[in-house]
């Protein structure tokens, strides 16, 4: 338990700033920093924070740095470890930002842009294929993905209500499964 | 005080984005329509293409872009503590009190339903941003909607090529073909 917090950020200010598009992206890293160098989980145990992280509210990245800092010193060590994760993105993003704000104007700039959104329509597409691959598989996953398509595009519901939805409507439908089968 | 503003818009995108990586896009989009003063629907693809491209998660970095666009630098900062803030939160509540809470039947029963919904949520957003891309000036831009066609079969095909690198043929095209205007 003697962790430092310095190392604590340290680690995750790597973690942050060397993984591309974080998610699965940010295990070789994890690995690397939090299992192989300071030893403060065993993979087994990064597996399952992982997975908590997914099925928590937020991004996964920070919820897994979140739990790691938590565990090695308590709510001081889950915010500085939080800190570390986000510190290369605040700083790159922020620096990019302001130097877009200046080129914004020009003809050639805004051309470029024009291009890069339509890449960006072509990666979403490839995301959510990926996504749906994994999570709607049958027919009543696939009804459950096209209402929630329908409820926003069509009938303009906001997204925090298709997910408060959603999670009711799953307890709901686990109980009344759990019911069936007894 | 759009600080205090910022950091409950993006606190709530925190709270409700559940998946990582896009899950935020479909609330970027809802908070250009509520706040266009702030972010607009079309800056959103910008946010997308440069958050894909540096390192950081994509979420941390969409939050800090849009936190910059709506109020500069000390905006960044506030939307992507208010992002982060609710995570800490509830984690250290589970990390507290729940042990096995990845394995609880009842998150389980809720993630039966989140997951596609989540994606229905993500695809909502791209078909929003499909929209302005191929229908952004009130026509129908068919050379844009003609490379869209053939760049997602070239993603989908060339699998292992980083974003970047489909960023980068996109910057040129628009650049050189002016297939975006």
């Known amino acids: 338990m003697n962790t430092r917090l310095i190392d604590l950020y340290i680690a995750f200010l790597k973690i942050g700033g060397l993984t591309f598009g974080g998610g699965y992206a940010m295990l070789p890293m994890l690995q690397r920093e939090v299992i192989d160098k300071h030893g403060w989980a065993t993979l087994e145990e990064v597996l399952d924070i992982y997975a908590i992280g997914q099925c928590t509210p937020g991004i996964i990245a920070v919820n897994t740095a979140t739990m790691i800092g938590y565990r090695q010193r308590g709510v001081i060590g889950a915010i500085v470890a939080t800190l570390g994760e986000v510190t290369p993105s605040v700083v790159i993003i922020t620096a990019l930002a302001s130097l877009l704000v200046r080129v914004q104007d020009l003809v050639l700039v805004q051309r470029a842009f024009a291009g890069i959104r339509i890449a960006v329509c072509a990666l979403i597409v490839q995301s959510i294929l990926t996504l749906a691959k994994k999570s709607v598989v049958d027919i009543p996953t696939t009804l459950l993905f096209l209402v929630s398509v329908a409820l926003t595009l069509g009938f303009g519901l906001s997204p925090i209500a298709v997910i408060i939805l959603a999670i009711g409507l799953g307890i709901g439908v686990g109980r009344f499964r759990e019911r069936g089968t007894r | ?181």
């Open chain 2, 1 to 181: 005080m759009i600080y205090l503003a910022l950091f409950w818009q993006f606190f709530k995108i925190g709270l409700f984005s559940i998946g990582g990586g896009l899950a935020t896009l479909p609330f970027l989009y809802k908070l250009a329509e509520t706040h266009p003063h702030w972010i607009t629907a079309s800056q959103i693809g910008d946010m997308v293409a440069i958050s894909e491209s540096t390192p950081g998660p994509i979420g941390i970095n969409m939050a800090t872009y849009a936190g910059f666009q709506s109020a500069g630098y000390l905006g960044g900062v506030i939307a992507t503590l208010g992002e982060v803030a609710p995570s800490v939160i509830i984690i250290i509540i589970i990390a507290r009190f729940l042990a096995n809470f990845d394995k609880n039947p009842t998150v389980k029963d809720a993630f039966w339903a989140l997951r596609p919904s989540v994606v229905g949520l993500i695809a909502f957003a791209g078909l929003k941003l499909l929209g302005i891309v191929v229908y952004g000036q009130g026509v129908f831009n068919t050379q844009a909607a003609l490379v869209f066609a053939i760049l997602t079969v070239a993603v989908l095909t060339f699998k292992r090529v980083h974003p970047l690198i489909w960023i980068s043929i996109g910057a040129i095209l628009g650049m050189v073909f002016n297939v975006g205007g």
